[in-house]
């Protein structure tokens, strides 16, 4: 399959050849899961290896890298597949391509199985390009990188993982004989994807062949055929029948035991059979089985009734799983058979495990979207953590211990991304990186966001698509190697970075004014719950209510009341939804700071009605708005929200509108932009200057320039587009002459530098974004808020030119008068300015823009 070195000089040619084969021998090892030969055999060869043979000992590191990730050593395979990429890079010709194509797709699978899916993808694609050109397309190397991908969709996209391998299959059939292994491996692919269709009996007939196969080849034993035996058991499981599920499970542990020992494998094997005797509710035989999964994922854990340091495992990604299915198996026994409080504070112990965890795995995660991923999966564990916290408070003497640990699981389930964002960029500011690296980073982030916008937009032309994919490609591997050097070089950087602070009530409290309410939600889908905490600067207090049916049908009959102004409907959507989330209030609470959950940040609060009207005909004005009540702010979670007693002083003022929009796109012009920002430059005349930009004067050079952190107020009064599929295609619109240059992407504002007090999008429902589990809204105001915005103003729905000029004219003259006090006190006041007035008295005016930030 590789080419040796022949064009070398001949008197090393006999050990280009020799070198060649010792690594096929090695290769056949790996394949017999003779790992400690397979060790031996490339460790004598590297040592034999000149320093010439750049191929020879590219691919033997690579069968090295195979060897590690079978141990289940992560870390050391991923390490010696870079090294022998960094060693390959700089040749082009087909004997430097060729094992270069072998090391991009061992880093994909690597990758993979270290939870970088996107990563992983992008190695695997490169693989494949490769391949196809070195080799063909109808060949067994290409069928081999559409293996590994449909492994890696196999857990993202059930429909995309079976493409790749029913391609990987086509392949191999028609150049292998019947019993070949490729056929068995791919068979036993396909038999995991129809388990996650539920098209059991499919799934079952797949694994039967991919057995017999495995049973011609290899008589005795061999993990392989333990890998079917465990999906055999996993079909089974699914189904029910956890009696033959626990027969096939027992027959793959054997092997996996016998083979391996302490190894990834085995401890799935383990954590298998603990999730069979879960579902029979032998939750004492589970949490067995769980413990010892606990011992077989790590080098020399024993203890039988606690759970390993989180530090010391071979597959991080099972571990958590181990711990969650432990910590299930915990609160099963206690509730069905033992009554126990002991099993409660044990299961209680596992999450908190799990959640020292997950800080370590999201070191591990290199991309934003497969830290997103981890997010979702880590917002179920989160999920029964605050559940069983909750229990411990109502029923245990340890009240507030509980209720504050069930806030702390909370917090830790929101915006994890976002807080590590924001926690690298202060570690920079402190840990003495050069300015000229900061430069540097700024360059690899602004190009590979320039590169990934053009890929999302669509690229038609195949070899130009190829060509940028390849350009981000490589620069994103630059730029991971880069903050690897930043880490390495500055520790106190990656100290700050990683130093995660735990989520306290008391410091929450204390940053509370005298009328400030925190309210966080929390909706469990599993228990089919909305938990509110309500924070003051004095007292907490935790409401529990049940999740109704109608509620997300509510959040969007709300918000589609609003905008097609059916009134009956909006105040029925309204006050069903104010039943639903908003608990007893303190008496003395004047402003309150929602911290959203999921689809609820999709709608206003100040728009909720506590008390339903008599007649649907009654008038907007007459309604108990919550506006009348309570100036209303929101933020992405409480450890980030950060109390302004006064009010900073405006020093500069940015004011930015376009206003046509037909050089570039059929945007309608927004002429009452300009008057808009004529009545704040007005305003400003006293007590700030104001640096105006109109029409072609409103460029992207001026939001993308360095003089943008010189301004304490950014108004931008222009059209912006959510992109709810892809966010970081969500943008605002400038004055320019192409796509290149009349907009800023959400990708480009993360890359801005900000210091303002306040940055206004006086645009089209800027407030919105893709909602993803355990991170919120992904859009606009995020990426503002990362950039260094204190507060942002955005809307959630398309408004009216006209009522967006008042709205924001009464805002701001208070805002910039002697009485101002807060940004969330002069919304409230225009706000209610509004709806007293007889022209824009509903909702659709003056709720849609709310208020995000400290």
């Given at each position: 399959?590789?080419?040796?070195?022949?064009?070398?000089?001949?008197?090393?040619?006999?050990?280009?050849?020799?070198?060649?084969?010792?690594?096929?021998?090695?290769?056949?090892?790996?394949?017999?899961?003779?790992?400690?030969?397979?060790?031996?055999?490339?460790?004598?060869?590297?040592?034999?290896?000149?320093?010439?043979?750049?191929?020879?000992?590219?691919?033997?590191?690579?069968?090295?890298?195979?060897?590690?990730?079978?141990?289940?050593?992560?870390?050391?395979?991923?390490?010696?597949?870079?090294?022998?990429?960094?060693?390959?890079?700089?040749?082009?010709?087909?004997?430097?391509?060729?094992?270069?194509?072998?090391?991009?797709?061992?880093?994909?699978?690597?990758?993979?199985?270290?939870?970088?899916?996107?990563?992983?993808?992008?190695?695997?694609?490169?693989?494949?390009?490769?391949?196809?050109?070195?080799?063909?397309?109808?060949?067994?190397?290409?069928?081999?990188?559409?293996?590994?991908?449909?492994?890696?969709?196999?857990?993202?996209?059930?429909?995309?993982?079976?493409?790749?391998?029913?391609?990987?299959?086509?392949?191999?059939?028609?150049?292998?004989?019947?019993?070949?292994?490729?056929?068995?491996?791919?068979?036993?692919?396909?038999?995991?994807?129809?388990?996650?269709?539920?098209?059991?009996?499919?799934?079952?007939?797949?694994?039967?062949?991919?057995?017999?196969?495995?049973?011609?080849?290899?008589?005795?034993?061999?993990?392989?055929?333990?890998?079917?035996?465990?999906?055999?058991?996993?079909?089974?499981?699914?189904?029910?029948?956890?009696?033959?599920?626990?027969?096939?499970?027992?027959?793959?542990?054997?092997?996996?035991?016998?083979?391996?020992?302490?190894?990834?494998?085995?401890?799935?094997?383990?954590?298998?059979?603990?999730?069979?005797?879960?579902?029979?509710?032998?939750?004492?035989?589970?949490?067995?089985?769980?413990?010892?999964?606990?011992?077989?994922?790590?080098?020399?854990?024993?203890?039988?009734?606690?759970?390993?340091?989180?530090?010391?495992?071979?597959?991080?990604?099972?571990?958590?799983?181990?711990?969650?299915?432990?910590?299930?198996?915990?609160?099963?026994?206690?509730?069905?058979?033992?009554?126990?409080?002991?099993?409660?504070?044990?299961?209680?112990?596992?999450?908190?495990?799990?959640?020292?965890?997950?800080?370590?795995?999201?070191?591990?995660?290199?991309?934003?979207?497969?830290?997103?991923?981890?997010?979702?999966?880590?917002?179920?564990?989160?999920?029964?953590?605050?559940?069983?916290?909750?229990?411990?408070?109502?029923?245990?003497?340890?009240?507030?211990?509980?209720?504050?640990?069930?806030?702390?699981?909370?917090?830790?389930?929101?915006?994890?991304?976002?807080?590590?964002?924001?926690?690298?960029?202060?570690?920079?500011?402190?840990?003495?990186?050069?300015?000229?690296?900061?430069?540097?980073?700024?360059?690899?982030?602004?190009?590979?966001?320039?590169?990934?916008?053009?890929?999302?937009?669509?690229?038609?032309?195949?070899?130009?698509?190829?060509?940028?994919?390849?350009?981000?490609?490589?620069?994103?591997?630059?730029?991971?190697?880069?903050?690897?050097?930043?880490?390495?070089?500055?520790?106190?950087?990656?100290?700050?970075?990683?130093?995660?602070?735990?989520?306290?009530?008391?410091?929450?409290?204390?940053?509370?004014?005298?009328?400030?309410?925190?309210?966080?939600?929390?909706?469990?889908?599993?228990?089919?719950?909305?938990?509110?905490?309500?924070?003051?600067?004095?007292?907490?207090?935790?409401?529990?209510?049940?999740?109704?049916?109608?509620?997300?049908?509510?959040?969007?009959?709300?918000?589609?009341?609003?905008?097609?102004?059916?009134?009956?409907?909006?105040?029925?959507?309204?006050?069903?939804?104010?039943?639903?989330?908003?608990?007893?209030?303190?008496?003395?609470?004047?402003?309150?700071?929602?911290?959203?959950?999921?689809?609820?940040?999709?709608?206003?609060?100040?728009?909720?009605i506590e008390k339903r009207p008599k007649h649907d005909t009654s008038s907007y004005a007459q309604m108990g708005f919550m506006i009348k009540k309570y100036a209303t702010s929101y933020t992405y979670t409480a450890s980030l929200y950060e109390n302004t007693h006064e009010a900073a002083k405006v020093k500069k003022v940015l004011l930015f509108a376009p206003v046509d929009f037909s050089a570039s796109s059929d945007l309608n012009a927004l002429p009452g932009t300009l008057a808009e920002v004529d009545t704040l430059t007005s305003l400003c005349t006293n007590t700030a200057q104001a640096d105006v930009y109109t029409y072609t004067a409103a460029s992207k050079a001026v939001l993308v320039s360095d003089s943008l952190s010189g301004y304490s107020i950014i108004h931008l009064a222009t059209h912006g587009l959510v992109d709810e599929e892809q966010p970081e295609l969500s943008c605002i619109y400038t004055s320019g002459t192409s796509e290149e240059n009349d907009r800023i992407y959400a990708g480009d504002m993360y890359n801005m530098h900000l210091n303002a007090a306040l940055v206004s999008l006086s645009a089209c429902q800027t407030g919105l974004g893709k909602i993803e589990k355990g991170e919120g809204m992904i859009g606009l105001s995020r990426a503002l808020f990362y950039a260094g915005a204190d507060n942002i103003m955005v809307s959630l729905w398309k408004v009216s030119d006209l009522s967006t000029q008042v709205y924001m004219q009464y805002f701001y003259s208070i805002y910039?008068?002697?009485?101002?006090?807060?940004?969330?006190?002069?919304?409230?006041?225009?706000?209610?300015?509004?709806?007293?007035?007889?022209?824009?008295?509903?909702?659709?005016?003056?709720?849609?823009?709310?208020?995000?930030?400290?």
């Amino acid at each position: 399959m590789y080419a040796v070195e022949a064009d070398l000089h001949k008197d090393i040619e006999p050990v280009a050849y020799y070198l060649y084969c010792e690594t096929q021998r090695a290769e056949c090892a790996i394949r017999l899961s003779d790992l400690d030969e397979a060790q031996a055999i490339v460790q004598a060869a590297l040592k034999q290896c000149p320093a010439a043979l750049v191929n020879s000992k590219a691919l033997l590191q690579n069968a090295q890298a195979k060897i590690y990730y079978q141990k289940g050593l992560l870390d050391q395979a991923h390490a010696e597949i870079m090294s022998a990429i960094e060693l390959l890079k700089g040749g082009t010709s087909f004997y430097w391509r060729s094992p270069l194509s072998e090391c991009y797709n061992t880093e994909g699978l690597i990758d993979w199985l270290r939870g970088n899916d996107e990563k992983s993808l992008e190695y695997l694609n490169q693989a494949l390009e490769i391949r196809k050109e070195l080799f063909g397309e109808h060949t067994a190397q290409v069928a081999a990188v559409y293996n590994n991908m449909g492994l890696v969709y196999s857990g993202i996209d059930s429909d995309e993982a079976v493409f790749y391998y029913e391609n990987a299959l086509e392949i191999y059939q028609s150049i292998y004989p019947e019993n070949h292994p490729a056929l068995a491996v791919a068979y036993s692919n396909l038999a995991q994807i129809y388990r996650k269709q539920e098209a059991y009996n499919t799934a079952l007939t797949q694994y039967e062949k991919a057995l017999e196969i495995w049973e011609q080849r290899y008589p005795g034993m061999h993990p392989n055929k333990a890998f079917v035996y465990s999906g055999m058991a996993q079909v089974y499981e699914d189904k029910g029948a956890y009696d033959q599920a626990l027969t096939q499970a027992k027959k793959a542990l054997e092997i996996y035991k016998q083979e391996y020992g302490r190894h990834p494998n085995t401890a799935a094997c383990f954590t298998l059979i603990g999730s069979i005797f879960t579902g029979q509710r032998e939750y004492t035989k589970a949490i067995h089985a769980f413990q010892l999964a606990l011992m077989y994922n790590t080098a020399s854990f024993t203890e039988t009734g606690s759970n390993p340091d989180v530090k010391e495992y071979f597959d991080g990604q099972l571990l958590l799983s181990t711990l969650t299915h432990k910590a299930i198996a915990l609160s099963g026994r206690s509730s069905e058979k033992t009554l126990r409080l002991q099993d409660l504070t044990q299961a209680l112990s596992c999450y908190q495990s799990c959640d020292t965890l997950l800080d370590q795995l999201r070191q591990t995660r290199t991309s934003k979207n497969d830290k997103v991923a981890l997010g979702a999966y880590s917002y179920d564990i989160y999920d029964k953590a605050v559940e069983l916290s909750l229990f411990l408070s109502q029923n245990t003497f340890k009240k507030k211990y509980y209720q504050q640990l069930a806030f702390y699981f909370v917090e830790r389930s929101k915006a994890s991304v976002l807080q590590e964002s924001i926690s690298e960029a202060k570690a920079k500011s402190f840990a003495g990186i050069p300015d000229s690296k900061i430069e540097e980073e700024d360059t690899y982030k602004t190009t590979i966001t320039y590169l990934e916008q053009k890929l999302a937009k669509g690229i038609s032309d195949k070899d130009q698509f190829k060509t940028v994919s390849a350009q981000l490609f490589e620069t994103k591997r630059k730029y991971e190697a880069f903050i690897t050097s930043l880490e390495k070089n500055y520790p106190a950087y990656y100290n700050l970075k990683y130093n995660v602070q735990p989520v306290i009530m008391e410091a929450i409290q204390a940053k509370l004014s005298e009328g400030d309410c925190v309210l966080e939600y929390f909706v469990s889908e599993k228990s089919k719950t909305v938990t509110t905490f309500v924070l003051t600067n004095k007292a907490v207090r935790v409401y529990m209510v049940p999740l109704k049916d109608t509620y997300s049908k509510y959040i969007s009959g709300m918000r589609n009341a609003i905008k097609f102004d059916s009134k009956a409907t909006f105040i029925k959507t309204s006050t069903a939804l104010h039943k639903q989330l908003i608990p007893s209030l303190p008496k003395h609470c004047s402003h309150l700071i929602i911290i959203p959950d999921g689809k609820m940040a999709a709608i206003p609060f100040e728009a909720l009605i506590e008390k339903r009207p008599k007649h649907d005909t009654s008038s907007y004005a007459q309604m108990g708005f919550m506006i009348k009540k309570y100036a209303t702010s929101y933020t992405y979670t409480a450890s980030l929200y950060e109390n302004t007693h006064e009010a900073a002083k405006v020093k500069k003022v940015l004011l930015f509108a376009p206003v046509d929009f037909s050089a570039s796109s059929d945007l309608n012009a927004l002429p009452g932009t300009l008057a808009e920002v004529d009545t704040l430059t007005s305003l400003c005349t006293n007590t700030a200057q104001a640096d105006v930009y109109t029409y072609t004067a409103a460029s992207k050079a001026v939001l993308v320039s360095d003089s943008l952190s010189g301004y304490s107020i950014i108004h931008l009064a222009t059209h912006g587009l959510v992109d709810e599929e892809q966010p970081e295609l969500s943008c605002i619109y400038t004055s320019g002459t192409s796509e290149e240059n009349d907009r800023i992407y959400a990708g480009d504002m993360y890359n801005m530098h900000l210091n303002a007090a306040l940055v206004s999008l006086s645009a089209c429902q800027t407030g919105l974004g893709k909602i993803e589990k355990g991170e919120g809204m992904i859009g606009l105001s995020r990426a503002l808020f990362y950039a260094g915005a204190d507060n942002i103003m955005v809307s959630l729905w398309k408004v009216s030119d006209l009522s967006t000029q008042v709205y924001m004219q009464y805002f701001y003259s208070i805002y910039l008068s002697e009485n101002f006090t807060t940004f969330a006190e002069a919304a409230r006041i225009s706000k209610i300015k509004l709806l007293n007035s007889e022209t824009f008295n509903s909702p659709y005016y003056w709720a849609a823009f709310i208020l995000i930030g400290k």
